[in-house]
């Protein structure tokens, strides 16, 4: 194998292993063996363009229109032309498999559903990538440099994945480049050996030849992934979809000494509520028979630094088999203690574990931890929720409106954390606040007052198609437009209520669903929700509703509320059984009157999960992918022979010219008096001179020129003639091309050097026969018809030579297997007869 071959195949490689590092973002896999052969058939386009040889941006533009003819036959076929040749509705379809892509990143939990926009996302990645690896390694020379698009690849990935085999990867990239590196070093160092060969070697210049850039390649690729190293430590964890696992999971993850950090989980929550789908995310069943009021919470935003809520970073411990008394909850305030198994999907990745609040007790298998403050667990070391069934105790906790509205000042720790404003929030925040409660008498009455005002008369209306908004102005530009959804809505008031002094943070979470036909609850991408929660003491942490149309308003914030003890508190049925239903789900096509009647029906959570994979078999593939290439070489193969043989035929003769070959010439040396064929098919007659390898190899380059001169001639309409000498040839070229006088000279000054070869005593180059061959193409090319010009590059005649060097093959191949059939027809007869 050729160096160049092997460095194409080591950039094809290392592309290869480090688009593994992708391999957890999605399911299934398949996207893999689709890239492997696009990656392929890209870097063979690129070997056999070399060899021609073209010219470098040829070689890359030959593999870009490969490239593209493959995906738009796997990702297009029905808008293609011919189903593999793009058009427009091609490069629109294109389009919006690239649009539903991104919003299917930003919806779905990590590994995401192979849905066509990300496999044509993550394909057409590693296919660009390798592209660009193998031009700047193997088309351009320079592996180095080569590094940056797969540390580009790698880092991607790695900010994406969940962390949890991110070492593996690295390695496996790693590997992948270093391997490229060292196949660039042979190449290069196998080359410098022919140029020196001939010099002596010293230890200074041995030192300074070869071990040099070898040890700056070693610089660069220590350097190259260093970087790849250190580059996915410093991006966030931005994985894809529904509160899509808000942090990274546990720092250390040793017992009580743990913490964790997470980013916004509700980077992608207004994507969730716009799903065409409504995937079911989870189902539970629960053993009271009111659950209008049974929120999922998963975590809470308690971090406000006037741009975006976030949770803070907390200690963790391990989950205790029963959690602790809700801070702040008094002993009068009425509770009732329920159960609930809750199912999740076998899609659904969430580091943060859904629960009703607050949580009394979990019984789940995994590695999970516990936060205090918001009541959370959080899973460690890669643990989320994909496919979890577990159990959870909590309370139902019906405070009256008396109870909150003589509510004492919580205790100043707690109010100074979750009081705290920060100075570039806009003023025109606490004014409406004050505004808005004005009048009132107590937290409590103030509370209510700013639910009401953006659910009821503040004339706000939801949305799910405006932005989310960020900066410190984004809670002044939602009271001036009046249009959000319920993170507009949580954010503004729990911001307004902590500048009136009230101890306020954002749950986020799930509404509680929608009821199906056999009692069981499921909850879906939709039901996704965020809301206020308010601190009174003696009750603790209380949830408010201020976003309009969901949700439901909780019965103490409601102006008929009943005061007293006779308020009625939802009691657990024994007739409800808690087992999770298997894997039921919201119909699509259920109506809000259905889901009131329980009629919507229940489908396998199975059932709702994308497969993704709509394409074509693989060997529809590549029967369609050979014949298309079978179809764009097959007309192209004159002209690519044609420029083959040029291109051998011209630089032979360039190194013939140089001077003696630095390598010395194939084959064993020829004595006079013997027959020689050369390479191109023409014969030195014996009685010519031949002195040693120098001789030799002027003899053979000195006919090459001269047959690319008589080809030349022939694709421009001068058939040769073989009858005549050189001399004479050359006058009839000059004669039937009406050439000019320089162009003349030119042609008999190749024809006297055949002559000199073939009948001197010695045999010697002579320098320049290239640029008179090349002078004789451009003067037959400017006298010639448009046709015979296209023509001569298209579809040369001189190509004949190859058809006939196949048939002389073909006669040679069937003479020798004749003679060897006839020798073994031949000897057990002989046998038999001694």
Not at 55 to 82: D, G, H, K, W, Y
Request: hydrophobic share 45%.
């Amino acid at each position: 194998m050729s160096g160049r071959a092997r460095l194409a195949l080591c950039a094809a490689a290392a592309t290869l292993m480090a688009s593994c590092a992708l391999l957890p973002l999605v399911s299934p896999a398949t996207w893999l063996f689709q890239a492997v052969f696009l990656v392929a058939v890209q870097s063979g386009v690129g070997a056999l363009t070399r060899r021609v040889p073209l010219a470098r941006p040829l070689t890359l533009a030959c593999q870009v229109v490969v490239t593209l003819l493959l995906v738009t036959l796997i990702f297009a076929r029905s808008q293609a032309v011919a189903g593999f040749v793009p058009g427009p509705d091609a490069f629109h379809h294109f389009g919006v498999l690239l649009q539903s892509g991104a919003e299917d990143v930003g919806r779905y939990a990590i590994p995401a559903p192979l849905t066509p926009g990300i496999r044509l996302m993550i394909v057409g990645g590693v296919v660009l990538i390798g592209l660009l690896v193998d031009a700047l390694a193997v088309t351009f020379r320079a592996a180095a440099p080569a590094g940056l698009p797969l540390l580009a690849l790698y880092s991607v990935a790695a900010g994406l994945s969940n962390g949890g085999t991110d070492w593996m990867w690295f390695l496996v990239a790693a590997g992948g480049y270093l391997m490229l590196l060292l196949a660039e070093g042979r190449d290069r160092l196998s080359q410098w050996g022919r140029v020196f060969s001939g010099a002596p070697r010293t230890p200074g210049a041995e030192a300074g030849g070869a071990v040099a850039p070898v040890r700056t390649g070693r610089r660069i690729g220590a350097v190259a992934l260093g970087v790849a190293l250190v580059v996915p430590l410093a991006l966030p964890s931005l994985k894809g979809g529904l509160l899509d696992g808000a942090g990274t999971g546990v720092g250390d993850g040793l017992g009580d000494g743990g913490t964790i950090s997470a980013v916004n989980p509700l980077v992608s929550l207004r994507d969730s509520l716009n799903v065409d789908q409504d995937r079911q995310v989870m189902a539970y069943r629960t053993n009271t028979d009111d659950n209008q009021d049974m929120y999922l919470r998963i975590v809470a935003l308690d971090d406000f630094d006037g741009t975006t809520w976030k949770p803070a970073q907390r200690h963790i411990s391990a989950v205790p088999d029963a959690l602790p008394t809700p801070i702040g909850l008094a002993g009068g305030v009425r509770r009732t203690e329920i159960e609930t198994r809750i199912s999740a999907a076998d899609w659904y990745a969430q580091d943060w574990l859904p629960m009703p609040y607050p949580a009394t007790s979990v019984k789940i298998k995994g590695s999970w931890r516990y936060e205090p403050v918001g009541r959370t667990l959080v899973g460690d070391h890669g643990q989320n929720t994909r496919g979890l069934q577990y159990s959870v105790k909590s309370l139902i906790v019906q405070p009256t409106a008396e109870q909150l509205a003589a509510a004492p000042e919580p205790p100043e720790a707690l109010k100074r954390e979750f009081t705290k404003v920060p100075g570039s929030l806009p003023a025109v925040v606490a004014q409406t606040a004050r505004r808005v409660t004005s009048g009132s008498s107590n937290h409590y009455e103030e509370a209510v007052k700013l639910q009401d005002y953006f659910a009821v008369d503040g004339g706000f209306t939801y949305s799910t198609q405006v932005q989310v908004g960020t900066g410190p102005n984004a809670i002044a530009r939602f009271l001036q437009d009046k249009q959000g959804f319920c993170v507009h809505f949580s954010f503004a008031m729990a911001a307004m209520a902590r500048t009136l002094g009230i101890p306020a943070r954002v749950a986020v979470g799930f509404t509680p669903g929608s009821p199906q036909a056999d009692g069981s609850m499921s909850v879906g991408l939709r039901d996704a929700h965020a809301w206020p929660e308010l601190y009174f003491e003696g009750v603790g942490w209380t949830r408010f509703e201020p976003t309009p149309t969901r949700g439901s308003t909780p019965a103490y914030t409601q102006s008929d509320t009943p005061s007293g003890n006779n308020q009625g508190v939802p009691q657990p049925s024994l007739s409800s059984s808690t087992a999770p239903s298997i894997a039921p789900s919201a119909s699509e096509s259920c109506t809000a009157q259905e889901r009131k009647l329980e009629a919507c029906p229940s489908q396998s959570s199975q059932a709702v999960v994308a497969s993704g994979n709509d394409g074509p078999p693989w060997y529809q593939i590549l029967a369609w992918t050979l014949l298309g290439l079978v179809l764009v070489a097959l007309p192209l193969t004159p002209m690519l022979w044609r420029l083959r043989s040029r291109a051998v035929r011209l630089a032979s003769a360039q190194h013939a010219s140089s001077g003696p070959p630095r390598g010395g010439v194939r084959g064993r040396e020829r004595k006079a008096g013997t027959q020689y064929t050369d390479d191109v098919g023409m014969t030195v007659l014996p009685g010519q001179a031949l002195p040693g390898r120098v001789a030799e190899v002027a003899v053979g380059h000195t006919l090459a020129v001269w047959r690319e001169l008589t080809d030349t001639a022939w694709d421009y309409g001068i058939v040769p003639d073989d009858a005549l000498t050189p001399r004479k040839a050359a006058e009839r070229i000059v004669r039937l091309g009406g050439l000019d006088a320089s162009t003349a000279e030119a042609v008999h000054r190749v024809a006297g050097a055949v002559e000199q070869v073939l009948f001197a005593p010695q045999p010697r180059a002579q320098a320049g026969l290239v640029d008179d061959v090349r002078r004789l193409r451009v003067a037959l090319r400017s006298t010639a018809s448009r046709r015979t010009r296209v023509r001569a590059v298209v579809a040369p005649r001189s190509a004949m030579r190859a058809v006939w060097a196949v048939s002389d093959g073909w006669a040679d191949l069937r003479a020798r297997w004749s003679a060897r059939w006839a020798a073994l027809v031949r000897r057990p007869s002989g046998q038999q007869s001694g």
